[in-house]
């Protein structure tokens, strides 16, 4: 894992700053992925602002997102989430006056439906499941991972959701088979 003064120059007046927020998220059990992302945005954000924190306003914050507005809308918004939660950590621990996120809009990420499987992936599963070897202590394993797999498939629901299911959320009527 890089330090920040690896991605940042020690000498950055925000270098100091920007390593007490990231051992802060360390401290408070923070995804080790979000540090990672964290301390490259804000790497690439200092760039923007070469003036103590103190004197951090909105010019540097909207240069930043002008700099990455060609990037996926979720990139966008978590590298504006990455400088948003410093700013908050600087105002909270008093090393800034002012939040300048205050004053930047929020990124809105078009929701998007998952992708289904294709016809070909449930069917290679379906033949995994059915052509297991047979023996006769794993019949009833092929039979229940069927039904678990084609539950999955016909109704939409997660795994999690299927495997929480007991036989009797099933409404098994003839033309009117429901959960």
């Not at 690896?6 to 998220?25: K, S, W, Y």
């Amino acid at each position: 894992m890089q330090s920040v003064t690896e991605q940042l120059d020690r000498t950055h007046p925000l270098a100091r700053h920007v390593g007490d927020f990231l051992t802060d998220l360390s401290n408070a059990n923070a995804s080790h992925h979000t540090i990672c992302a964290y301390r490259g945005d804000l790497a690439q954000f200092a760039t923007h602002h070469d003036d103590e924190i103190g004197e951090l306003t909105a010019k540097p914050v909207r240069a930043y997102l002008s700099e990455v507005a060609g990037l996926a809308p979720s990139t966008r918004k978590r590298k504006r989430a990455a400088v948003a939660s410093f700013c908050k950590w600087a105002v909270r621990h008093e090393r800034l006056a002012v939040n300048p996120m205050d004053r930047i809009d929020t990124i809105k990420v078009p929701k998007s439906l998952p992708r289904p499987a294709t016809a070909k992936d449930v069917q290679t599963v379906f033949g995994t499941i059915c052509t297991r070897r047979p023996r006769k202590d794993v019949a009833l394993d092929r039979l229940r991972d069927r039904v678990l797999f084609e539950t999955v498939c016909v109704c939409g629901a997660r795994a999690a959701e299927v495997c929480g299911l007991y036989v009797e959320d099933f409404a098994l009527r003839l033309d009117d088979e429901h959960v």
